[in-house]
């Protein structure tokens, strides 16, 4: 018999299946079936389905485009290429161009013209379309098939769909990907065009870009006016192209209309953009593991880097600028993996998990499946199980081992597959390696420091030392360890005092006047990173993979079962364009505690640190003070009570890849910019909680105002198509507020 807490969470569940459905899921545009579309109706949408995707003709998928193919989203939002994504997602181009003298970090960048605007370093990807080719790619696959010939057979068939989907096609600026969805029981293929010419156009100051900094970071309430603007830019056919100075701006199959008619409780809002990664389908032993191993590894060893970084990047600008972006990808992880941890245990996502499972095995029992879906969760458990010795090894190596700069830097480019390693190992010429290399090295060096380099390498190789078991310790590593003394600090202060690795200066005059095969193999920390990969691939990779095909296997019938039991879930997320729809919401988040769905620049100023530091995660600049003071907010104030509105609520359903994506209203037309989620739903990539997971927005009102009256930028809103009213159908567009979810 079930426990009666068991019984609750069961009912508790399907609850949640039936008044949080509309809230959960990162839907694929090209599978907006009936019911889905009719729990969107009942949102309040007034777009048709082809208006939302269509393969042949205009829709919002042609405005909304990848960054990079995927690591933030942006949305096109004029018909001459302009595109606005998060402050955070334009960071890296933003600190690649900032310098002591032209601090754009610190002072933003505007550019008020054309020729004014920076190369960005990534390309954008516009999604052409999606082809379901499931029966093509698991043609000639049978169940009496081992997971490993299976595999085998269903790359062999995903090689022959994306050859000739690219026929005749340039790789620069066309791409074919074919994706797996629900563990591999459906596969689908998206082709993109590429436009690799991408311009930085306007960037606040980090002090508004990134106000609240680490502090506010996954924290609602929130005051972050986290965008940037860039311009994309095509050849003289609007065709998608390399970067050249006489190309023009891309004229878009759609961009945005930019609505300031305002955002109100209730109201339908609806997120298209790349989500990354989730784990919706993760099992209650898979949730264990990682709060009570994996994460707590992964947060040790960032708070450490982070703390090295700080140390250097408080003593001086120049350092502060280069470690800008680095340290914010450690950072936001960082915090991440503790409030994921955290939110695990307060929302009871492994019990929660467990009731599916025990769900599932009632099914199939039920039904007489047995034979086919019998073994699925003793499949998973036993790779688990079987698989968690080398988690610790694998966390340790990802994240201390390859986090150290250095040896990341050498297993990159002086691996023994590397064109220099390969030149020098076969007595060929190596001139054209070297002018690879030191390319790269350009690039790598010019945001380096050395002693930031030296101190984290230390920290990684006492972790490492001091934390993983012995058996998956490098024979070197002990050596090096009982030379230094017990204290690897004392090995790489020796190391750095003579190694070509510290500076560009000396790297270049040892690549083109010293280098050999035997100086690179004397290299000691060159020593350490081959073994260390030799490690990695040989003692915890290959074996732990001897427990994938099991995992791999479970998961697919497991996942294959719930949809048959009528979970009708989304898959995860995977770097493919996905929609998600609800409405503009409030949420309370604990007893006696109620969030408000919006916040104002009233709330700016009550954060404020009164200081002259202009990097403070609280510092306001002088100019938005006096537009405060004198509530100069032009068209974008709040019609209800004159207030600036910041950010916004709802109820969308995003992760890690969304970051940039556009807020949609019922009609089609911005309202905002997607850039984080909030504190109290971090679990939400494990298992979605629908009464308190929320969507973190800047109201596009804040970024036109920033823009316009802080920035002087009106070019640029000139450009959009500014939407001022509310839509003649508002009466029926005013509904009752959603029922709040049962708490749990």
């Known amino acids: 018999m079930k426990s009666i807490s068991k019984i609750i969470l069961s009912l508790l569940l399907i609850l949640q299946s039936f008044i949080g459905r509309a809230d959960e899921g990162m839907w694929l545009p090209m599978l907006l079936g009936e019911e889905t579309y009719k729990n969107m109706v009942e949102c309040g949408i007034r777009l048709s389905p082809k208006q939302i995707y269509d393969a042949n003709n205009s829709s919002l998928k042609d405005a909304i485009v990848a960054l990079g193919g995927g690591f933030c989203t942006g949305e096109i939002i004029s018909e001459q290429g302009l595109m606005l994504t998060n402050h955070h997602c334009g960071y890296g181009t933003i600190q690649a161009n900032s310098t002591t003298e032209h601090d754009y970090l610190t002072d933003g960048f505007w550019a008020m013209k054309k020729a004014d605007e920076i190369p960005a370093d990534f390309g954008v990807w516009f999604l052409d379309k999606i082809t379901d080719v499931t029966e093509s790619v698991l043609e000639g696959v049978n169940d009496d098939m081992s997971e490993t010939d299976r595999s085998k057979k269903i790359r062999e068939n995903i090689s022959r769909l994306t050859k000739k989907a ?168 960082w915090k991440y993996f503790i409030g994921q941890s955290e939110q695990l245990v307060n929302n009871n996502v492994q019990q929660k998990k467990e009731v599916i499972e025990s769900s599932f095995s009632e099914w199939y029992t039920n039904n007489k499946l047995e034979d086919k879906y019998g073994d699925a969760l003793a499949l998973i458990e036993k790779s688990i199980e079987g698989s968690s010795k080398y988690t610790i090894p694998n966390v340790y190596f990802q ?68 934390d993983v078991p012995k058996e998956f310790h490098p024979s070197l590593l002990a050596t090096v360890h009982k030379k230094s003394k017990g204290d690897f600090t004392n090995f790489a202060n020796k190391y750095f005092k003579k190694t070509p690795f510290s500076s560009y200066e000396l790297f270049e005059e040892w690549i083109n006047n010293k280098i050999t095969l035997k100086s690179l193999e004397k290299d000691v920390v060159y020593q350490l990173q081959k073994e260390f990969l030799a490690v990695y ?138 850039f984080d989620g909030n504190w109290e739903a971090m679990s939400g990539d494990i298992y979605f909680e629908p009464n308190i997971q929320r969507t973190i927005s800047v109201d596009v009102r804040y970024t036109l105002f920033i823009i316009d009256k802080y920035a002087g930028a009106s070019h640029l809103i000139d450009e959009m198509n500014i939407i001022t009213e509310s839509h003649v159908d508002l009466p029926a567009q005013k509904k009752e507020k959603p029922e709040p979810v049962i708490a749990q």
């Not at 949609?664 to 309202?671: F, S």
Request: some cysteine.
């Open 166 to 333: 690219k026929e005749g096609k340039s790789d620069e600026t066309f791409s074919v990907k074919v994706k797996p969805f629900y563990y591999g029981n459906y596969y689908y293929m998206f082709t993109y065009n590429i436009f690799n010419d991408v311009r930085l156009v306007g960037a606040p100051p980090s002090s508004i870009g990134k106000y609240g900094g680490d502090t506010d970071n996954w924290m609602w309430p929130r005051h972050t006016g986290d965008f940037t603007l860039f311009r994309v830019y095509a050849n003289d056919s609007n065709e998608p192209c390399a970067y050249d100075e006489n190309n023009k701006p891309y004229d878009p199959k759609h961009a945005l209309p930019v609505s300031i008619a305002g955002v109100e409780e209730g109201d339908y809002a609806m997120i298209m953009g790349y989500p990354g990664s989730t784990d919706r389908y993760l099992t209650s032993w898979g949730v264990e593991q990682a709060v009570e191993v994996e994460q707590p590894a992964r947060v040790k060893i960032r708070r450490q880097k982070l703390d090295l970084m700080e140390e250097e990047m408080n003593k001086s600008q120049k350092t502060r600028i280069q470690y800008a972006s680095k340290h914010a990808r450690v950072s936001n992880y």
């Open 399 to 466: 994240e201390a081992i390859a986090g150290s700069e250095i040896m990341l830097f050498m297993i990159r480019n002086l691996s023994e597959r590397s064109p220099m390693y390969q030149a020098l190992k076969s007595g060929s010429d190596p001139a054209d390696a070297k002018t690879i290399l030191l390319e790269k090295a350009k690039s790598y060096f010019k945001d380096y420091n050395a002693t930031i380099d030296k101190n984290i390498l230390a920290a990684a190789l006492n972790l490492y030392y001091n």
């Open 537 to 674: 691939r040989s003692k915890i990779m290959m074996p732990k993979s001897a427990f994938d095909s099991d995992y791999n296997k479970g998961m697919r019938l497991f996942v294959d079962g719930l949809q048959k039991m009528g979970m009708n879930k989304a898959s995860d997320a995977n770097s493919t364009m996905r929609f998600t729809y609800g409405n503009v919401l409030p949420y309370d988040p604990a007893d006696a505690v109620h969030y408000d769905f919006y916040t104002t620049l009233e709330g700016v100023m009550q954060k404020e640190v009164i200081t002259d530091d202009k990097n403070h995660e609280f510092y306001v600049p002088q100019r938005l003070k006096d537009l405060f003071e004198a509530k100069d907010y032009g068209p974008y104030a709040r019609k209800e009570d004159g207030k600036l509105p910041v950010g916004f609520l709802s109820n969308n359903d995003i992760t890690g890849g969304n970051s940039g994506s556009p807020v949609i209203n019922a009609y089609g037309e911005l309202i905002g910019t997607a």
